[in-house]
């Protein structure tokens, strides 16, 4: 058994008490910690005793540390990354890719000369990222989206004159022209149209309307 030393993420959702204690470090934090990274990640290596980083220690014995099976299958990485999470707030939205569009993606950046630590690239690595979510606490998550026809349908039926723009789009382009068209509204108008839907969704709600639940 090895001891490692591991990395953390600090992102405003996180939380100062969490990790730091699971750490053993004094709280509250000064900043919120959000992800602990256990693993091999090539960003982010959890280091050993003597200083390397896991995954060089895998790439100068990979048969040994990963075994045959998994080296055939993934080559000489380890296939995971183990993430533990603290959110005190809720975390942005991700989009993952598959690994068809990863390797796309991937290759035409890499063809393109973007550097792989420039903030506007996407895919910096090859690999897709499925995620398995293990809840030690109580934690709500939502995935996907509804179908664009009942998405439709459940917007009309709320009754918010400041929906129209995002129903036109989600009508004319589906998702991949309302999630943009949503995204760009800015910190106050999406505050206020998320207060504004908020209410609307209630009252819906209260008159018993099963369909808008959960909108």
């Known amino acids: ?10 992102y405003p ?3 100062r008490t969490v990790i730091p204690e699971l750490l053993g470090q004094p709280v509250p934090a000064e900043r919120p910690y959000a992800e602990l990274w256990i693993g091999a990640h090539p960003d982010e290596p959890s280091l050993l005793a003597d200083g390397r980083g896991l995954d060089a220690a895998i790439g100068a014995d990979p048969e040994r540390l990963l075994g045959q099976p998994v ?14 999470l603290a959110a005190d ?4 939205l991700q989009a993952h890719p598959t ?11 890499e063809a393109a000369g973007i550097a792989r630590d420039d903030p506007t690239r996407t895919f910096r690595d090859p690999f897709h990222k499925p995620e398995l979510l293990v809840a030690l606490s109580t934690f709500e ?10 998405s439709l349908h459940c917007l009309a039926k ?12 989600l009508a004319r382009g589906g998702l991949r022209a309302v999630v943009p068209q949503l995204l760009g509204l800015g910190g106050k108008r ?3 149209l998320v207060a504004t839907v908020t209410a609307s969704a209630s009252r819906v709600v209260a008159a018993h309307d099963p369909e808008v639940i959960n909108t």
């Open 1 to 10: 058994m090895w001891q490692l030393t591991s990395a953390v993420r600090f």
């Open 13 to 15: 959702w996180g939380s």
């Open 71 to 84: 080296l055939e299958r993934f080559g000489p990485r380890l296939p995971f990354l183990l993430k533990v």
């Open 89 to 92: 707030r809720p975390l942005s």
């Open 99 to 109: 690994t068809e569009q990863a390797r796309a993606g991937y290759a035409a950046e």
């Open 141 to 150: 998550a939502l995935c996907g989206f509804r179908p664009v026809e009942e």
């Open 158 to 169: 709320l009754q918010v004159p400041e929906l129209k723009p995002t129903i036109a789009a």
């Open 190 to 192: 999406m505050t206020e």
